[in-house]
């Protein structure tokens, strides 16, 4: 049998089938069309008690539920084309900007990207009965479902307004959410977090829905976002001044902690200085003495100073072991009271003792960024009016900053399959430029087409993905800017501290200005700024509709290359990559071996060679390199004997070496 790609997402259905079938064989069945689940007996499998029938239960019901969940499940043979014009650093940035669909880019990526996203972020259509929703009839006949949407453009559009009057109003938002989360949840780490941007509308509703999704027990908050100062009342006698900001985990059990740089107004608190300061920043006090512990006896002992013994109300918050450190480090404060005892409060620094700014838990209520502050951010790369409220980007560096179980999040990847114009790009470039660990994004953007008399259209801006891609590009340099910006100016200070001598060695000015220095240029060595432009379209491969009795001769040779004529090395690449589960960010090289072109994937991970007539001699040449993968076109082989040759060749030179075609 012949090693094909089959180039289509994964078969959910299929795929769930076999889970339970390994959980329950007992319930596996036969039926008209095969193989299937026996439901009532799986019921009673996941039942305590005797199941004799349906029951009321509670749960979320909407029409159309169905249909979300078929939805959901269905593959999808579309893939993601390369658009190396539109993209910065195309072969070494790994960053991703993808154009279309959501839905059908999520199917695509459920292979590559399964459990490797450590956060999502999203900013759906809120449901306000003004805005968009996507209308999956995918069951429908392509011609009515484009007359129904009333979109008849090169990108198959399903966006509708969602008016309140409508029937269907909740039901066609759910319908449109479930699936999309559904998918998502699959990509999520075991670690991994989604907040979900929402307000009154659909809040209740999404919170029932992600508790089906994500497990009720994978709640984590709704953190408030006090949004804006004051305004109009949105009701009567009230004046909304938040929205939400909905927080599941994938596994909670996974998660053992969670953790966020202080706040501005948390920082500030710190503004004592002592000896430390260059490395540890300033401090605050706070009394060592608690009463909001268990009773631990071990934590109730003397502190001596000046000869008299000083013991807590209670015990101390710290053993005696770093009691004793912290007073040899001049680290505690006895505050004399007026009747001859002390008071013992300790130096709580703002960095620790490697000059890394501490990190405390997350509030549930973010007092602003207020909205006008987003505008004023898109404002600064593009004209305001051409996008009216994106986010404000230090909302989202504060997301991204937040951590689980401490760890740093060098080259986690972050998806936003709403990105809208592109904020949460421009914060997670932010935070890179500020600690240098080089997140990565994944944004996923419908082309949808912009009013022609909009500012938007006026500007040169067809589609809202046009914009997105534009702020990049200038967040890009706005930041790359501002870094070279600090290293001149850090530079010339510590020029005039020196004045172009030597300093004395140990000086803390002088090497803490030095490791400013090293900090900023670090970050401006590491920060990746491209991204890579992928732009949903029908498979690379031929569409076959003729009956068998149909072929004839001329059918037969237009169908001789199986690869639709304007798909070019690059398309048939990014679907390989997508159907063998590698990342679309690896690092992509390119090499001519024997006169072919060849694409090597993260070094040997995969070879590509899409050119014809491969041969023995091609395939010794390959074989030294020894490739984990490699694939060819199914034409692309000299004749059919040399085809057979070249995969026993590869078996004896590379056994190690995984061949297919397509």
Known sequence: MEDRLDLASPDLVNENFEKLAALFPNC???????????????????????????????????????????????????????????????????????????????????????????????????????????????????????????????????LVVNPDSSGRYHSDWLSMMYPRLKLARNLLKENGLIFISIDENESHNLKKLCDEIFGESNFLTEIVWKNKTGGGAKSIG??????????????????????????????????????????????????????????????????????????????????????????????????????????????????????????????SIFDGPYTQEGSRDFQELLPKSIFPFPKPVRLLTQLFSIRTNDEKPKGDIYLDFFAGSATSAHALMMNNAEDSEMRQFILVQLPEKTEENSDAYRSGYKTISEIGKARIRKAAKQIIDNLLSSVNEKKAELEKLTQGKLPMEGDPKVETLKAEIYKLQSALNNLDTGFRVYRLDSSNMQDVYYKPQDYNQKALDLFADNVKPDRTADDLLAQVMLDWGLPLSLKIEQATIIGKQVFKVAENSLYACFDIGIDEEFAHAIASDAPLRIVFRDNGFKDDTAKVNVKQLLKQLSPETEMKVI
Request: charged letters at 30%; hydrophobic letters at 30%; a neutral charge.
């Open 28 to 158: 596996v069945t036969e039926s008209a069309k095969g193989k299937a689940i026996d439901f009532d007996l799986l019921k009673q499998e996941l039942n305590h008690t005797v199941v004799e029938g349906t029951k009321e239960r509670y749960r979320l019901k909407w029409p159309g539920k169905r249909e979300a969940i078929v939805t959901a499940n269905l593959p999808t043979n579309k893939t993601l084309r390369p658009v190396r014009e539109d993209s910065v650093n195309f072969d070494s940035t790994e960053n991703l900007y993808i154009e279309g669909d959501n839905l059908e880019v999520l199917k695509l990526l459920q292979e590559s990207y399964l459990g490797k996203i450590k956060m999502i972020y999203i900013d759906p259509p809120y449901n306000t009965g003004k805005d968009f929703v996507y209308k999956d009839n995918l069951n429908k006949d392509a011609a009515v479902e484009l007359f129904e949407s009333g979109q008849k453009d090169d990108y198959n559009q399903r």
């Open 238 to 363: 009230w004046i909304g001044l938040h929205e939400y900001i909905l927080c599941y985990a994938k596994n909670l059990s996974k998660v053992e902690d969670i953790s966020i740089p202080y706040s501005e107004k948390t920082a500030s608190m710190y503004n004592k200085k002592d000896e430390n300061y260059e490395l540890r920043g300033p401090y605050a006090t706070w009394p060592l003495d608690t009463t909001s512990m268990g009773d631990r006896p071990n934590l109730r002992f003397p502190i001596l100073k000046d000869g008299i013994e000083i013991w807590p109300e209670k015990q101390w918050l710290w053993s005696k072991e770093r009691v004793e450190i912290a007073q040899k480090n001049n680290q505690l404060l006895f505050n004399k009271q007026k009747d001859g005892s002390f008071k013992v409060r300790f130096k709580g620094y703002l960095k620790d003792e490697n000059g890394y700014m501490r990190r405390g838990t997350p509030l």
